[in-house]
């Protein structure tokens, strides 16, 4: 079950993003059905981009409903940090519980040092997002996704070993891909903008 309670902080911010704009465009207005056309869009960009998942991560949050496309990929991000601060707590519990053999174990614990920099690394592009630094964001992301897939590949290494996370790795993946899809239409609408 997810929790969402790094939304309290900001989501009062998240309002900022909400207010239209007197010229609306892709960047800023407010469309009906934003979530599935931003959805559909970048599911038509990826093979691995998961539609589904990406509509009913963003329709779960309620304020995404009112939101613009930043508001989007702030939402994305904080549902992509979220899950990995949650999986870092669900790793130490794992790790606790002395039932898994020295080989995964050790992936274990390199997984919690990887979501560890996945948590920084989530912080920062947030941080870069506000300041409107989509490449410095797109490259943190892709960072933050590579850690699911290093994560989840640490496991297969050894023949018959079966990774217990290979649900959050996938969820940090696609939450991360929402998020740099989004930021990549972005940073295309405001290089048009420029233009």
Not at 46 to 64: R, V
Not at 94 to 119: H, N, R
Not at 134 to 148: D, F, G, I, K
């Amino acid at each position: 079950m997810r929790q969402f309670s790094l939304f309290t902080v900001s989501l009062s911010s998240l309002f900022l993003l909400l207010i239209p704009h007197e010229t609306p465009s892709p960047v800023t207005a407010l469309y009906p059905d934003l979530i599935n056309s931003t959805c559909k869009q970048c599911a038509e960009k990826s093979t691995t981009f998961n539609y589904d998942f990406c509509t009913s991560s963003l329709q779960t949050i309620p304020i995404s409903h009112a939101a613009n496309l930043q508001g989007l990929a702030l939402i994305a991000m904080e549902l992509a940090l979220e899950n990995a601060t949650n999986t870092i707590s669900y790793i130490e519990k794992m790790i606790s519980t002395g039932k898994f053999d020295p080989y995964a174990l050790g992936c274990l614990k390199d997984c919690s040092e990887l979501y560890l920099d996945g948590v920084s690394m989530l912080v920062d592009s947030i941080q870069v997002f506000w300041w409107e630094q989509y490449n410095a964001a797109n490259l943190l992301l892709n960072t933050v996704m590579e850690t699911a897939a290093t994560c989840e590949e640490g496991f297969k290494e050894q023949a018959g070993e079966v990774s217990p996370l290979t649900v959050e790795n996938y969820d940090l993946s696609q939450l991360g891909a929402i998020a740099l899809c989004i930021t990549d239409l972005l940073s295309l609408a405001l290089d048009l903008d420029s233009s």
